[in-house]
């Protein structure tokens, strides 16, 4: 497994950790209200449920799986996927402290911009590895 | 593919097929606690579905390190499927009636049990995935 993929999928794995840890306290939360304040952890739950854990693991894996190429480096531009997992990581933290410190600062349009670049980053490092070795290539 | 896996999947297969029935119960113009079952479908769906499906492949495709049968099912692999599926059960018996036995002892208690249940599984999960992600590199130093 690539450096590259063993570090998004770990942390894939911390933002699965986090996830349920908010989840489960917002189900509690749901039967015995513990603070009103805490619904506002709900839009948390979901981004990191969606792209902290599943959509990472996903970026992660197929980045480790996908044919590699045949000639050159074998996974295309190595650096360019440590800069997805930075931007996408760093991206997600911003957009978070977005949905809980509402300051000027256009926390959560910042964050979002960056997971955004990081997803084009990456699928553009990935489009040429989606193909097949046989001869009759599609 | 490891038995662990199969249950994963299968079990996976239950909630997909539980939480796509009760999409469509919540559409119909006579139940009028859509809102209720909103939350359970969804969980029954990425909980239950998606997540267990990853769980499970991971267990079964992730490089191990030895090759043996007490690596294949694991303690902890067990662990987090049984504790997964439990917290899942008494989450989806308990949460459509939260708002309407507010505070109500014995739904807190399920609930609360619930919960752990959920984080106990990720744990257990997390300490099977964890040392299965590393580089060849790795391994090869580690040989020498």
Known sequence: MPAQSVWIIRLSLAWLSLATLIG?????????DLQPAMWALLPLHFETAIWGWAVQLAMGTAYWIF???????????????????????TGLIILLAGYLHQSVLPL??????????????????MWSRVKSYSSHTN | MPKVTRLFIKSGFI???????MTLVAELPQ????????????????????????????????????????NIESVSVLLSFWTLNTGLILRFSAEPFIPLFHGNS???????????????AVFFYVIEIWPRVFTREKVKRKKQ
Not at chain 1, 108 to 125: D, E, H, N, P
């Open chain 1, 24 to 32: 489960s306290i917002l189900l509690v939360h749901k039967a015995v």
């Open chain 1, 67 to 89: 044919p590699r190429h045949l000639v050159g480096t074998k996974r295309g531009p190595e650096k360019l996927v440590w800069w997805v997992l930075i931007l996408f990581n």
């Open chain 1, 108 to 125: 959560k349009l910042t964050g979002r911009g960056m997971m955004t670049f990081s997803v084009i980053i990456f699928g553009i490092s």
């Open chain 2, 15 to 21: 909630y997909l097929f539980l939480g796509i029935v």
């Open chain 2, 31 to 70: 139940v009028n606690t859509s809102a209720l079952l909103l939350p359970v479908y969804w969980h029954m769906i990425v909980i239950g579905w998606v997540t267990q499906v990853i769980m499970g492949v991971s267990i079964w495709m992730f490089p191990r390190r030895k090759r043996s049968r007490e």
């Open chain 2, 106 to 120: 014995a739904i807190v208690l399920v609930v609360v049990i619930s919960s752990l249940l959920h984080i106990a």
